[in-house]
């Protein structure tokens, strides 16, 4: 089945220690989004690539980084882990080239920061 | 401002009952699109349906049922004879073709079903 996926579910990391997370994808899909989510809050976006073009939300903190080396494969970087980002992290998809923009979203990352 | 906005918070219904979750959403496109998403426990977040602003036929998919009101800017969802499995947060969610990969999220609606 076409999926996307991430690894690893959980992570757990210490403050300040740098930490990459990883999403793929087998639905050959242009576009690829990061969300943050806090408990009990709605998913927030983070970022997202336009096939290799990189978008970053205007209040997306400096400390989250993104890499896509392909269509694939998209990362999340979070290069001075706090304590404030601790959420869930969901990597989504979507075909650009329709037009209704459905995105689907992979299992998600919980990351703790100790 | 809040482009979608689902009031209830949380919501508790008895087993077999029949449920609505409301959306209200904000938009000056023409053109847009309209999401509800469902989000168990164990955290991924599973399409629901979809909508476009030029279809306003409810549609019903077996338990599941939508009821689109462009008048009222609305997007209501009904679960009809409840499960135990339907507990989960639910989100509403609009795209306006004029952003187009943006997604607004409502603050979701946490259903639990009592059996």
């Known amino acids: 089945d076409a999926m996307v996926i991430q690894n690893p579910r959980y992570q757990v990391t210490q403050f300040g220690k740098p930490v990459t997370l990883s999403c793929s994808q087998t639905?050959?899909?242009?576009?690829m989004y990061w969300y943050q989510q806090k408990s009990s809050q709605a998913p927030k976006l983070l970022f997202h690539y336009y096939d290799k073009d990189f978008n970053n939300e205007a209040d997306t903190p400096d400390n989250f980084q993104s890499r896509r080396p392909n269509t694939s494969f998209c990362f999340l970087d979070i290069r001075s882990p706090g304590l404030g980002d601790a959420a869930m992290y969901l990597c989504?998809?979507?075909?650009?080239?329709?037009?209704?923009?459905?995105?689907?979203f992979g299992p998600g990352t919980r990351l703790t920061v100790l | 401002a809040q482009k979608v906005t689902q009031a209830q918070t949380e919501i508790s219904v008895v087993e077999k009952e029949d449920v609505t979750l409301d959306c209200v959403y904000e938009t000056r496109d023409t053109t847009y699109y309209l999401f509800w998403y469902k989000q168990p426990p164990s955290g991924e977040l599973v399409f629901l349906i979809r909508?476009?602003?030029?279809?306003?036929q409810n549609e019903i998919s077996g338990r599941y049922s939508w009821n689109f009101q462009k008048s009222t800017s609305s997007f209501n969802f009904t679960i009809t004879a409840s499960q135990v499995v339907d507990s989960a947060v639910y989100f509403c969610a609009l795209s306006e073709a004029r952003t187009g990969n943006q997604f607004y999220f409502g603050t979701g609606t946490s259903l639990t079903v009592i059996p």
């Open positions: 989504a998809t979507s075909d650009g080239r329709t037009t209704y923009n459905e995105q689907f």
């Open positions: 909508r476009n602003s030029f279809d306003e």
């Open positions: 639905l050959n899909h242009n576009v």
